[in-house]
């Protein structure tokens, strides 16, 4: 990649020696980088290692307790993101923050414009700046009724009506198909060539190499990395951040399952989503012991409701589920106890109690058995022990057991939750089953492989696994086989050996592919037909 700025200008954004702490925490030491005009700048690192923070810094959400910020070569205070947009600086956030129920140009109209129909007076700008960088975005849409890729061209729009020259993109890809990726990267290089800077955040290093001109690595706080794009490898990168060689092969190799027992069986499954509409639409599952099932899809086509079903956290409406030829009850205990592990989508909430101590949080399913409880009272002794055994073991960064796990970042509340589900206290041979939602979303590198191997570990064990990813790479790095939710069916299941990030990305979004995951028309008999709109290509079900 090339950038755009000159060597005598200024950089349009440079930290220097600045410094952020916490308590018990420093999360920023004394970090000093510099974006240039033009330029597109990775800011790459492990969980914890001051990522957020930098970001929050530049965009006013936190104040550096030392160090300064310069703008265009001069030192300013960004005490709130108003001051940050003002000195020209946006941000476009890892969700989405947008009304639902209102248009996009009344989503953009919001804190300016007209005092009446504010979202007339912002139409005719979105659509200049939208034709400008190729956006595609109609202001007269309902955000409820676009995709994650079309949202995040929204919150883009949000800063450019602003002038932003700087744009912070956080985690920007997590949730886009392959295609949507592309069309983001086009946006991107079309802001560069407008000589507009962007700060790029992202764990997928493919995608850095692709599409940023440098990096600069942070690894416990501090700068440890800077270098040019060009030249540089996935292997590399992640040397610079975990600070040792990094394989990015392949990791699963697909044992031969034909003589496997069916261990996790549903039929017919029916559900209904939280607005009452249909979620399940006749999904049938099997899943063999020590197999990985992969499943891809778009968000709110239905993988959350079908593992809230699996984990009896959601009603169903209709059909059968049985664990090793039993049916499973539609108890959230009865089912965890019969043998089911669950890692949530949504880790904060439904994941962990953020009130609650590390110790506490790693307790949650084993709390009332020993060795944690004995006599009915809780080992207090056994619970701190129990917990540093975790910690050590899943390499959770924590200032002390006894703190609150709200205060931890993502990845490492993700480490909590991964410990608890698959650490085996029992010593009975762990989980059956492991429903797994974007069990290393957010996850660095290192933090990745270490998820990645205790699930191969679990399916090797005899465990089965249900994997529902965002992150293609990850489903086929994994996966023995893969299916796509679309419109609350299953479809597939296709081969993870033979598909491609395309041709999955295509059935995510509703094309035609080939029934072996390749895009249409390039899979070894070109088997797919052409479907109607309502119905895409696919053959029904999973019969893993």
């Known amino acids: 990649m090339t950038s755009a700025h000159t060597a005598t200008a200024p950089p349009v954004l440079e930290l220097r020696a600045v410094?952020?702490?916490?308590?018990?925490?420093?999360?920023?030491?004394?970090?000093?980088l510099h974006l240039n005009a033009g330029e597109v700048l990775a800011l790459l690192g492990e969980n914890g290692a001051g990522k957020s923070t930098v970001i929050s810094v530049m965009y006013g959400l936190y104040r550096p307790d030392e160090g300064e910020t310069l703008v265009d070569g001069r030192a300013v205070t960004i005490g709130s993101p108003?001051?940050?947009?003002?000195?020209?600086?946006?941000?476009?956030?890892?969700?989405?923050?947008?009304?639902?129920?209102?248009?996009?140009?009344?989503?953009?109209?919001?804190?300016?414009?007209?005092?009446?129909?504010?979202?007339?007076?912002?139409?005719?700008?979105?659509?200049?700046?939208?034709?400008?960088?190729?956006?595609?975005?109609?202001?007269?849409?309902?955000?409820?009724?676009?995709?994650?890729?079309?949202?995040?061209?929204?919150?883009?729009?949000?800063?450019?009506?602003?002038?932003?020259?700087?744009?912070?993109?956080?985690e920007p890809t997590s949730v886009l198909t392959p295609q949507e990726v592309g069309g983001l990267f086009q946006v991107m290089n079309e802001l560069r060539k407008d000589g507009r800077s962007l700060v790029f955040i992202s764990h997928k290093l493919g995608e850095v190499l692709e599409i940023t001109d440098r990096v600069t690595v942070l690894r416990k706080g501090k700068v440890t990395g800077n270098a040019p794009t060009r030249g540089a490898t996935r292997e590399t990168l992640a040397e610079m951040m975990v600070g040792r060689s990094v394989s990015f092969e392949r990791k699963r190799q697909t044992p031969d399952l034909k003589a496997a027992p069916v261990r996790l069986a549903a039929h017919d499954?029916?559900?209904?989503?939280?607005?009452?509409?249909?979620?399940?639409?006749?999904?049938?599952?099997?899943?063999?012991?020590?197999?990985?099932?992969?499943?891809?899809?778009v968000a709110g086509n239905g993988q959350s409701e079908l593992v809230e079903v699996l984990a009896g956290l959601h009603d169903l409406q209709?059909?059968?589920?049985?664990?090793?030829?039993?049916?499973?009850?539609?108890?959230?205990?009865?089912?965890?106890?019969?043998?089911?592990?669950?890692?949530?989508?949504?880790?904060?909430?439904?994941?962990?109690?953020?009130?609650?101590?590390?110790?506490?949080?790693?307790?949650?399913?084993?709390?009332?058995?020993?060795?944690?409880?004995?006599?009915?009272?809780?080992?207090?002794?056994?619970?701190?022990?129990?917990?540093?055994?975790?910690?050590?073991?899943?390499?959770?960064?924590?200032?002390?057991?006894?703190?609150?796990?709200?205060?931890?970042?993502?990845?490492?509340?993700?480490?909590?939750?991964?410990?608890?589900?698959?650490?085996?206290?029992?010593?009975?041979?762990?989980?059956k089953v492991i429903l797994a939602v974007h069990p290393t979303y957010g996850l660095d590198i290192g933090a990745t492989e270490q998820v990645h191997r205790t699930l191969m570990d679990a399916a090797g064990r005899g465990a089965c696994v249900l994997l529902v990813s965002e992150d293609l790479d990850e489903l086929l790095a994994l996966s023995d086989s893969i299916a796509v939710m679309y419109h609350g069916e299953l479809l597939g299941p296709y081969d993870a050996a033979t598909a491609t990030r395309e041709g999955i990305g295509l059935i995510m979004a509703g094309g035609a592919a080939s029934t072996d995951g390749t895009p249409h028309g390039a899979g070894p008999g070109d088997l797919s037909v052409q479907a109607g709109p309502d119905e895409p290509n696919h053959t029904r079900g999973l019969k893993a």
């Open 19 to 32: 410094t952020k702490r916490f308590p018990g925490v420093i999360a920023n030491d004394k970090v000093s």
């Open 318 to 431: 209709g059909g059968q589920i049985t664990l090793d030829g039993v049916a499973l009850g539609r108890n959230a205990r009865t089912i965890f106890e019969s043998g089911v592990a669950h890692i949530p989508e949504d880790r904060i909430h439904m994941g962990t109690v953020p009130s609650m101590s590390v110790a506490e949080n790693l307790a949650l399913r084993d709390y009332a058995k020993p060795p944690l409880s004995r006599g009915g009272v809780r080992d207090l002794g056994a619970l701190d022990s129990h917990a540093r055994q975790m910690v050590n073991t899943f390499d959770i960064s924590t200032p002390g057991v006894g703190t609150a796990s709200r205060l931890l970042s993502g990845g490492n509340i993700q480490k909590i939750i991964l410990a608890r589900e698959l650490g085996d206290l029992s010593g009975q041979g762990g989980a």
């Open 82 to 170: 108003a001051q940050a947009l003002k000195l020209g600086i946006g941000l476009v956030p890892q969700h989405p923050m947008l009304v639902a129920r209102h248009s996009v140009a009344e989503n953009l109209a919001l804190g300016g414009g007209s005092a009446f129909f504010p979202g007339r007076s912002v139409a005719g700008r979105i659509r200049e700046l939208s034709e400008k960088y190729g956006l595609g975005v109609d202001p007269g849409a309902r955000v409820s009724q676009l995709s994650p890729g079309e949202k995040q061209r929204v919150e883009i729009l949000r800063s450019l009506l602003r002038g932003v020259r700087v744009l912070i993109l956080d």
């Open 269 to 297: 499954l029916q559900a209904l989503s939280s607005r009452g509409l249909p979620a399940l639409r006749g999904v049938n599952l099997e899943l063999r012991a020590g197999e990985i099932v992969g499943v891809a899809g």
